[in-house]
């Protein structure tokens, strides 16, 4: 035998040697890795929750804790309603038993648990790693007679565990009650979840079984959820729909001559987006602060400045169209624009009375959440401020003064809110508790840049309707958007405006970064810190020597206000306040008073520099986990 023959065998032997070696070595490491995973004390049980109506997944959910319990897997069996949704970062693994009812929705004593989801999954803060520590799987019960809407709480739950980090143990099973399927269906999904639970296999699709090992249980979906939907406003995270599948008010229909403002498509991207449309104009929507609050969990800046009762406060709206096209809109510009009303006109009766109702229907739906108590709930069923600020321009409203009064009569405060083009409707205007108007830029370029304003004389608009402002004698305030490389440096500029509206009021915000989209160019570096708001406030009130000065901030909401010390200082007490009791009665009067009429005092933990930071100290203070890939 030559050299060269021997040397090229040994070193085939040696390759053939190494790799038998490698496969050895691996296959030893993953028995391990199954041995290890198994035998590590697990800390925190196991969640299997079932959704459910009638009783069906409840009943399924009672077996497979059984099959759980009987392999030695120790599993907690939960009602939703029993559970706290911030919770689940903490699980490891949860498998759900859903089932879809009316219309594609969860039953009600679940709705809270899977809109929370819902929510969660969309909001930017709460981070696309949340739930990166869990593992789940779902199975979900329904009947393909209601076609489309066919388990469509399981696909739904699927997509915001995903959206949120978290990693499927089994792929999704879909039973069906009127086909006969759901217990073979069932018991075949049980098995699986229980044989990947002990080491076995992994289903990865509805179509079969796949061999994999443990590596496979680890496998991240990077297609998650998170560019459909906007929460609530002071916490507005998620993304609006693509502009292309939405059209503007050109695209509606006609009704007795006149079109309607909402078309079938914007109506649907709202719904969507969690509105509840009243009629063919007019809108409502449950806050986040409400909430909140209902929970004892703390208000809105508004309660800190003004004295709402966020939990007994409706946010609406009687006109969804807009006549700017801000960058920083939170609803992405899904709702109709125009530069005068042109569209059917619902009466402003039925469009009070369909927004009370669908309100406290939502408010109905926290009974049984956690924090919740009987008697918040009770106050939450009974409005007493009406934001006028939900979404588009509400002053557009031919009738916004019968609504208003309207909502006087039932003893509804109003905070109206107008983007400064319609000078006309301010000054006919009836008293409103608190009149707005969106001071978003100080500079005619500015303002162009930043409202991307309709009309062709948005600026004399502008100035004409800061005019109007100073004659009014209820209570004005300016709101000012900060934009960090936008508007923030126009201190000279911003003042220049305070001589000619004369505001009583200045709410200075960051921006709300509202996730990316192709009609803004916005991203969190826009976003100023409350540092850099709290800078702006005070050179503001510097500025003013001594006319204005800040009053109270709400640092979670990132806002500052600032007030007039001749009207609202009284020997060295801030009243910023309002007697609502007291502002009904005058309405209801008829006679002439102004805002001095109705002013009350300012609690200490509300005024600016408190150790509270405007945070009511009756209120609970919870704070949120934090989990993103990177951070600021």
Same mark, same amino acid.
């Given at each position: 035998?030559?050299?060269?023959?021997?040397?090229?065998r040994l070193?085939?032997l040696a390759i053939?040697?190494?790799?038998?070696?490698y496969f050895?070595?691996?296959?030893?490491?993953?028995?391990?890795?199954r041995?290890?995973a198994?035998?590590?004390p697990?800390?925190?049980?196991?969640?299997?929750?079932f959704?459910?109506?009638?009783?069906?997944s409840?009943s399924?959910a009672h077996?497979?804790?059984?099959?759980l319990?009987? =392999?030695?897997l120790?599993?907690?069996?939960?009602?939703?309603q029993?559970?706290?949704p911030?919770?689940?970062?903490?699980?490891?693994i949860?498998?759900?038993?859903?089932?879809?009812w009316?219309?594609g929705?969860?039953?009600?004593?679940?709705?809270f648990?899977v809109?929370?989801?819902?929510?969660t999954?969309?909001?930017f803060?709460a981070?696309?790693?949340?739930l990166?520590?869990c593992?789940?799987?779902?199975?979900?019960?329904g009947?393909k007679?209601?076609?489309?809407?066919?388990n469509? /709480?399981?696909?739904?739950?699927v997509?915001r565990m995903?959206g949120?980090?978290?990693?499927?143990?089994v792929?999704?099973?879909?039973g069906?009650?009127?086909e006969g399927?759901?217990e073979?269906l069932?018991?075949e999904w049980?098995?699986k979840?229980?044989g990947?639970l002990k080491?076995? @296999?992994?289903?990865e699709?509805?179509?079969?079984?796949?061999?994999?090992?443990i590596?496979s249980v680890?496998?991240?979906?990077? =297609?998650?959820?998170? %560019?459909e939907e906007?929460?609530?406003?002071?916490?507005?995270?998620g !993304?609006?729909?693509?502009? *292309?599948?939405?059209?503007?008010?050109e695209?509606?229909g006609k009704v007795?001559?006149?079109?309607?403002?909402v078309?079938?498509?914007?109506?649907?991207?709202l719904? *969507?987006?969690?509105?509840?449309?009243i009629? $063919?104009h007019?809108?409502?929507?449950?806050c986040?602060?409400?909430? $909140?609050q209902?929970?004892?969990?703390?208000?809105?800046y508004k309660h800190?400045f003004?004295?709402?009762?966020?939990?007994?406060c409706?946010e609406?709206?009687p006109?969804?169209?807009?006549?700017n096209?801000?960058v920083f809109?939170?609803r992405?510009?899904?709702n109709?624009?125009?530069?005068?009303?042109?569209?059917?006109?619902?009466?402003?009766?039925?469009?009070?009375?369909t927004?009370?109702e669908?309100?406290t229907?939502?408010?109905?739906?926290?009974?049984?959440?956690?924090g919740?108590?009987? %008697?918040?709930?009770?106050?939450g069923?009974?409005?007493?401020?009406?934001a006028?600020?939900l979404?588009g321009?509400?002053i557009?409203?031919?009738?916004?003064n019968? @609504?208003?009064?309207?909502?006087?009569?039932?003893?509804?405060?109003t905070?109206?809110?107008t983007?400064a083009?319609?000078?006309e409707?301010?000054?006919? @205007?009836?008293?409103?508790?608190?009149?707005y108007?969106s001071?978003d830029?100080?500079t005619k370029?500015?303002?162009?840049a930043i409202?991307?304003?309709?009309?062709g004389?948005?600026w %004399?608009?502008?100035?004409?309707?800061?005019?109007a402002?100073r004659?009014k004698?209820?209570?004005?305030?300016?709101?000012?958007?900060? /934009?960090?490389?936008?508007?923030?440096?126009?201190i000279d500029?911003y003042? *220049?405006l305070?001589?000619i509206? !004369?505001p009583?009021f200045?709410?200075?915000?960051?921006?709300?970064?509202?996730g990316?989209?192709?009609?803004?160019k916005?991203t969190? %570096? =826009?976003v100023?810190?409350?540092?850099?708001? !709290?800078?702006f406030?005070e050179?503001?009130?510097?500025?003013?020597?001594?006319?204005?000065e800040?009053?109270c901030e709400?640092?979670?909401?990132?806002?500052?206000?600032?007030?007039?010390?001749q009207?609202f200082?009284?020997d060295?007490?801030?009243?910023?306040w309002?007697?609502?009791?007291?502002?009904?009665?005058?309405?209801s009067?008829?006679?002439p008073?102004?805002?001095?009429?109705?002013?009350?005092p300012?609690? $200490?933990?509300?005024?600016?520099?408190?150790e509270?930071?405007?945070?009511?100290?009756?209120?609970?203070?919870?704070?949120k986990?934090?989990?993103?890939?990177?951070s600021?």
């Amino acid at each position: 035998m030559s050299p060269t023959s021997l040397s090229t065998r040994l070193t085939l032997l040696a390759i053939l040697s190494a790799t038998s070696f490698y496969f050895f070595y691996r296959s030893r490491r993953l028995k391990l890795l199954r041995l290890s995973a198994n035998s590590e004390p697990n800390l925190r049980k196991g969640k299997l929750f079932f959704i459910s109506q009638t009783g069906t997944s409840k009943s399924l959910a009672h077996r497979l804790h059984h099959l759980l319990s009987s =392999n030695n897997l120790p599993f907690d069996l939960v009602d939703p309603q029993d559970y706290e949704p911030e919770d689940l970062p903490k699980e490891s693994i949860v498998l759900i038993i859903a089932s879809t009812w009316e219309d594609g929705n969860p039953p009600p004593k679940s709705r809270f648990f899977v809109n929370w989801l819902a929510e969660t999954s969309t909001d930017f803060r709460a981070g696309s790693l949340l739930l990166a520590n869990c593992k789940f799987a779902v199975f979900g019960v329904g009947s393909k007679v209601y076609g489309e809407s066919f388990n469509a /709480v399981g696909r739904d739950l699927v997509k915001r565990m995903k959206g949120l980090g978290a990693r499927e143990l089994v792929g999704a099973a879909e039973g069906d009650v009127d086909e006969g399927e759901l217990e073979t269906l069932f018991e075949e999904w049980s098995r699986k979840v229980v044989g990947v639970l002990k080491g076995g @296999l992994v289903v990865e699709n509805r179509n079969g079984v796949v061999d994999s090992d443990i590596e496979s249980v680890e496998s991240d979906d990077d =297609n998650g959820g998170g %560019e459909e939907e906007i929460v609530d406003l002071e916490d507005i995270a998620g !993304k609006g729909p693509s502009r *292309k599948s939405v059209n503007v008010a050109e695209s509606n229909g006609k009704v007795d001559g006149k079109r309607e403002m909402v078309t079938r498509v914007i109506r649907a991207s709202l719904e *969507k987006q969690g509105y509840k449309i009243i009629g $063919s104009h007019s809108g409502v929507k449950i806050c986040r602060w409400t909430k $909140s609050q209902l929970r004892g969990r703390g208000g809105c800046y508004k309660h800190s400045f003004y004295g709402i009762e966020s939990h007994r406060c409706m946010e609406a709206t009687p006109s969804l169209a807009c006549a700017n096209k801000c960058v920083f809109c939170w609803r992405h510009h899904t709702n109709p624009v125009g530069k005068s009303w042109q569209w059917k006109m619902d009466d402003p009766l039925e469009i009070v009375n369909t927004a009370i109702e669908l309100h406290t229907k939502m408010i109905k739906q926290m009974k049984g959440i956690p924090g919740v108590t009987q %008697e918040r709930l009770a106050e939450g069923l009974t409005p007493r401020h009406c934001a006028l600020s939900l979404v588009g321009e509400p002053i557009m409203y031919p009738e916004i003064n019968i @609504l208003v009064d309207e909502l006087h009569r039932r003893r509804i405060s109003t905070f109206l809110v107008t983007n400064a083009q319609f000078p006309e409707k301010i000054k006919t @205007l009836n008293p409103v508790t608190q009149l707005y108007v969106s001071v978003d830029a100080a500079t005619k370029d500015s303002l162009k840049a930043i409202d991307r304003p309709l009309f062709g004389d948005f600026w %004399e608009r502008f100035i004409d309707s800061l005019t109007a402002l100073r004659e009014k004698q209820q209570r004005t305030v300016y709101r000012l958007t900060l /934009v960090k490389g936008w508007n923030t440096e126009d201190i000279d500029a911003y003042f *220049k405006l305070f001589s000619i509206g !004369k505001p009583d009021f200045v709410e200075i915000k960051g921006v709300t970064y509202c996730g990316s989209s192709a009609t803004s160019k916005l991203t969190m %570096e =826009n976003v100023p810190w409350h540092s850099d708001v !709290k800078a702006f406030s005070e050179a503001l009130a510097v500025k003013s020597e001594g006319e204005y000065e800040v009053a109270c901030e709400h640092v979670h909401s990132c806002c500052v206000l600032l007030a007039k010390t001749q009207k609202f200082k009284v020997d060295g007490q801030w009243f910023t306040w309002i007697d609502y009791d007291k502002f009904h009665d005058l309405v209801s009067s008829g006679k002439p008073f102004s805002s001095e009429d109705y002013m009350a005092p300012t609690p $200490s933990w509300a005024v600016y520099g408190a150790e509270e930071g405007g945070f009511d100290p009756d209120q609970s203070r919870y704070r949120k986990e934090r989990h993103h890939k990177s951070s600021r």
